[in-house]
């Protein structure tokens, strides 16, 4: 019979297995997509659409689509592509700051029934600096609006998170280290940050940045670098150990979402096994 002093004694013997549980239960791994039948079948933990989508829907649409969600196994605990509107601009003459809030209110809201605590804001075009446009005023108005943003997310009990984007796509925010200064310049409980593996590798970025931002750093995004991929194994690319090994370093409890190109079809085993791996070397 199993009592509970055995129980506990046999937990005190498998510090190992201890800790593999432990890691198991925090770490969830995502999909950036909204299938969500799709990701359940693979063994995903969630999955992270478009905000932007989800903002776009009529409401029969996102009803519809929320019905699905709430009655599938997982939810929607992150997401990505904040703002995709063409007049939408954080940065540039004429801020259309009303706009952004009534956006940011009922984009956050939606997210938030679907499951969300985390919102990542990447939205390149949004945030853009136009040609000749001053870089301190740029700062001062994506502060301005990242304050703006953790308010409305506090209220939607939903955090806000800067998405660094390599310096192909977005002209500010390119680093780790970039966002994190942005972070602790704004101070708001509801901002925070996100690495991506591919946009920290495309800016041969240090992946000591996990450690020096690990009380900032609240999701991740990853993908084969090399074309921007599904993962399937650690020999794809030789940072991957390093990066690992400042990931499981910092004790990270989060979400990690492959966001690349892929199928489940062709890649759903393959990454959740490489996932697997990963997170238990």
């Not at 950036?32 to 989508?53: H, L, M, Q, V, W």
């Not at 590798?201 to 990853?222: A, C, K, M, S």
């Amino acid at each position: 019979m199993l009592t509970r002093r055995t129980f506990l004694s046999a937990i005190a013997a498998s510090p190992l297995w201890l800790t593999a549980f432990k890691n198991e239960a925090k770490i969830r791994v995502g999909v950036c997509t909204r299938d969500y039948a799709s990701a359940t079948k693979y063994g995903f933990d969630y999955i992270e659409p478009s905000a932007a989508d989800i903002a776009a829907m009529s409401d029969d649409d996102f009803n519809q689509f929320a019905s699905g969600v709430l009655a599938s196994p997982i939810r929607c605990e992150a997401f990505n592509g904040l703002i995709r509107r063409r007049d939408l601009k954080v940065v540039g003459n004429d801020v259309p700051t009303d706009a952004l809030h009534s956006y940011l209110d009922g984009c956050l809201a939606r997210c938030r029934r679907l499951g969300a605590s985390v919102v990542a804001w990447g939205s390149a075009a949004s945030r853009t600096v136009p040609e000749g446009f001053p870089r301190d005023r740029a700062q001062q108005q994506i502060a301005d609006f990242l304050r703006m943003a953790g308010d409305v997310g506090r209220q939607h009990e939903v955090i806000v998170a800067i998405e660094p984007l390599r310096h192909q796509e977005c002209n500010i925010l390119n680093t780790g280290a970039e966002a994190l200064e942005m972070v602790r310049r704004v101070k708001h409980p509801n901002v925070r940050m996100i690495i991506d593996y591919f946009h920290l590798r495309e800016e041969n970025e240090d992946p000591r940045i996990l450690e020096i931002g690990q009380r900032e750093i609240v999701h991740f995004h990853f993908a084969n670098p090399h074309g921007r991929l599904w993962p399937h194994d650690l020999s794809e690319d030789d940072h991957y150990v390093a990066f690992f090994d400042y990931f499981k370093k910092i004790n990270f409890s989060g979400g990690i979402s492959v966001e690349g190109k892929g199928s489940f079809e062709s890649d759903g085993a393959a990454s959740r096994a490489f996932f697997r791996k990963a997170l238990s070397l």
